[in-house]
C-alpha cells in the first residue's frame, strides 16, 4: 500500500488448551506473525487458574513484551491483540485485548472491525447507566454482552450480534472457553485450526497457524459463532441472511503473502492482478519495480507477463522506527529519505515501471517519483494493482474522508500529473474480482461507492500517516 495510506486494520489470536502451560509465548508468537496488522499497540490476556490477567501497551509486539512479561503470561488458554489505528494518538487505554468483570464472570474482548451504529449504542448504554473507559467500539460490545447476559452467554453472544451492525471478526474468552464470532456479511476474516496435539487456534491468518503447527480447519463462515468448551467444538449460525461481502483489501493489501484467504492463495491472486495490469501495456519498459513491500507480488506478476525484466531500486531500511505518528510534512519526508533510498545505477537512463497496490493521496508516490528522476530515471510509469480508492470506508479501514482521496478529486490523467509519473494505470474493478475468483462476495465500496449495508455520513476527523 502507497505509503501515505491509512487504516485501521487489527490482528487478532486466540488458544484453548487442556492445561496451564507457558500459553503466553505461543500468543506472544502469534502476535508476532500477525504484526503487519497491527502496529500501534499489542495485548495478550489469559486464563491463569480462573482468573484474568493481562499485559497490553502501546508498541510493537517486542516493545510491548520482554521475556519476563511473558513468562508471567502462563495459562490454559488466551487472547491477543495487535492495533493499528488512525483515530487519535496512541493511548494505552485503547489498546486491546478489553478485560471487563461482568455477573458472568471475567471477559476478554478482542476484536477487529468498526462498528457503524457504535455511536448510537454507546448513546443508549450511557444513558441507562453504563460508563466507558475507553474511545472503542470493542468496548459498546463489551457492556453490550454485560447488560444483556442472563446465565447463557451463547444466547447473550447472538442477542449482542443481533443488535451491532458493521464489520467485526471477534476472539472472546470468558472463563475457560474460547468464543469465534464473525460478522454476517464476512467482513473480515477469522481462521480455525487445531495442532496435532488437541490445541485449539483462532486467527486472523492461516500464516498463524503455520507458525504454531496447526493444521487449517476452515474460515469462520458469516454470520457464524464458534464455542470452544473442554476441548470440543461447536458452532452455529446467528445469521446467514446476508450476501458475503469480505474485504477485498485483504487481498490487495493487507493479509500476508503467505496467507490463505477465503481458499486463495494471496500470493498467487496478488501476482495474478499484476499479471492482468501488463495485459493493459502495449508499450516495452527497460525494467519493472515495486514499491517496497505492498508491490512486490504484483511487481514479480507485471514481470513474468510482459516478459521485462524485474528489479528493485528502491532499497528499504527496515530498521528506522515507525513514522506514522511524524505529525508534520517535514518530519515525514524525512522519515522517507531515511526509510528509501535509489539504486541510482539500475535506474539511470531507464524506463521504469513502478509498481504499487493502491494510491490513497499520492503524497508519497509523488516523492518516490521524483526520487527516482532526480537519481536519473528517463520515465517512471506507474502501475497499480487495484482501482482508484474513491469512497470512504466504514468497516475497519479507516481512509480519509471522500474530499481527501485523490482519486475521488482528480481524473486519472490529472492524478499522473499531480504525481509527476509519465503515464498511469489502475486495476479495472472486474479485473480484480476475477482474479479473486470472488466475484460476487467481495466489498469493493472503496472502490464504486456500493457499500454493503447503510453506512454513516462521513465526517471529517484527525488522522495520521500510514506506516511506510
Same mark, same amino acid.
Given at each position: ?22 500459553? /503466553? ?13 497491527? +502496529? ?8 491463569? $487458574? ?20 511473558? @513468562?508471567?503470561?502462563? /495459562? ?15 493511548? =494505552?487505554?485503547? #489498546? +486491546? ?6 455477573? /458472568? ?6 476484536? @477487529? ?5 457504535? *455511536? ?40 449482542? !450480534? ?16 474460547? $468464543? /469465534? ?21 483462532? #486467527? ?9 503447527? &496447526? ?31 469480505? !474485504? ?43 514499491? %517496497? ?11 513474468? &507477463?510482459?516478459?521485462?525484466? $524485474?528489479?528493485?531500486?528502491?532499497? *528499504? ?14 518530519? =515525514? ?7 528509501? @533510498? ?44 487495484? %482501482?482508484?480508492?474513491?469512497?470512504? !470506508? ?26 509527476? #509519473? ?20 467481495? !466489498? ?6 456500493? $457499500? ?17
Amino acid at each position: 500500500m502507497e505509503h501515505d495510506k491509512l487504516h485501521e486494520e487489527c490482528g487478532l489470536i486466540g488458544i484453548w488448551t487442556d492445561q496451564h502451560h507457558a500459553i /503466553g509465548e505461543k500468543l506472544y508468537d502469534g502476535l508476532i506473525s500477525l504484526q503487519h496488522r497491527g +502496529q500501534e499497540s499489542a495485548g495478550i490476556a489469559v486464563n491463569q $487458574y480462573g482468573q484474568i490477567v493481562q499485559y497490553k501497551n502501546v508498541g510493537l509486539v517486542n516493545e510491548v513484551f520482554d521475556e519476563d512479561r511473558i @513468562n508471567s503470561l502462563a /495459562g490454559s488458554l488466551g487472547v491477543g491483540h495487535v492495533r493499528y489505528s488512525t483515530t487519535g494518538r496512541p493511548d =494505552r487505554r485503547n #489498546a +486491546q485485548p478489553l478485560v471487563t468483570t461482568f455477573k /458472568g464472570g471475567q471477559m476478554a474482548l478482542a476484536h @477487529n472491525g468498526n462498528l457503524v451504529n457504535a *455511536k448510537q449504542l454507546r448513546d443508549e448504554l450511557i444513558d441507562d447507566g453504563y460508563t466507558f473507559e475507553t474511545a472503542l467500539d470493542t468496548e459498546v460490545i463489551t457492556r453490550l454482552i454485560a447488560k444483556l447476559y442472563q446465565g447463557d452467554m451463547a444466547e447473550t453472544i447472538q442477542q449482542v !450480534c443481533s443488535v451491532v451492525q458493521g464489520a467485526y471478526a471477534l476472539v472472546l474468552m470468558v472463563g475457560e472457553v474460547l $468464543y /469465534g464470532i464473525r460478522d454476517p456479511y464476512g467482513l473480515r476474516p477469522l481462521v480455525l485450526g487445531k495442532t496435532p496435539e488437541g490445541e485449539w487456534v483462532l #486467527a486472523s491468518e492461516t500464516a498463524t497457524l503455520d507458525l504454531l503447527g &496447526a493444521d487449517l480447519i476452515r474460515d469462520l463462515a458469516k454470520g457464524e459463532i464458534v464455542e470452544i468448551k473442554q476441548g470440543e467444538m461447536r458452532s452455529w449460525m446467528f445469521d446467514d441472511t446476508k450476501p458475503q461481502a469480505f !474485504c477485498s483489501f485483504e487481498f490487495v493489501y493487507f493479509a500476508r503473502p503467505d496467507s490463505i484467504v477465503e481458499g486463495k492463495t494471496v500470493l498467487s491472486v496478488r501476482k495474478q492482478l499484476g499479471a492482468i495490469l501488463a495485459s493493459y501495456d502495449d508499450d516495452t519498459y527497460d525494467l519493472v519495480a515495486p514499491v %517496497p513491500d505492498s508491490g512486490i507480488a504484483a511487481a514479480i506478476g507485471y514481470s513474468h &507477463a510482459a516478459k521485462i525484466p $524485474y528489479t528493485t531500486v528502491l532499497m *528499504k531500511n527496515k530498521y528506522i522506527g515507525r513514522t506514522f505518528l511524524n505529525p508534520t510534512q517535514e518530519q =515525514r519526508d524525512r522519515a522517507l529519505r531515511l526509510k528509501l @533510498n535509489v539504486q541510482r545505477e539500475e535506474v539511470f537512463g531507464k524506463r521504469i515501471v513502478l509498481v504499487d497496490d493502491s494510491i490513497v493521496r499520492g503524497t508519497t508516490m509523488k516523492k518516490l517519483i521524483h526520487q527516482l528522476k532526480a537519481a536519473g530515471a528517463k520515465e517512471v510509469h506507474v502501475r497499480i494493482s487495484s %482501482p482508484p480508492v474513491i469512497h470512504a !470506508c466504514h468497516f475497519g479501514i479507516d481512509t480519509p474522508t471522500n474530499k481527501s482521496l485523490i482519486g475521488a478529486q482528480m481524473t486519472h490523467a490529472e492524478i499522473c500529473r499531480h504525481i509527476g #509519473a509519465d503515464s498511469l494505470k489502475f486495476l479495472e474493478i472486474r479485473d480484480m474480482l476475477r482474479a479473486t475468483g470472488m466475484e460476487k462476495a467481495l !466489498c469493493k465500496a472503496c472502490f464504486d461507492g456500493k $457499500y454493503p449495508m447503510a453506512v454513516p455520513k462521513t465526517a471529517d476527523k484527525f488522522v495520521f500517516e500510514k506506516e511506510i
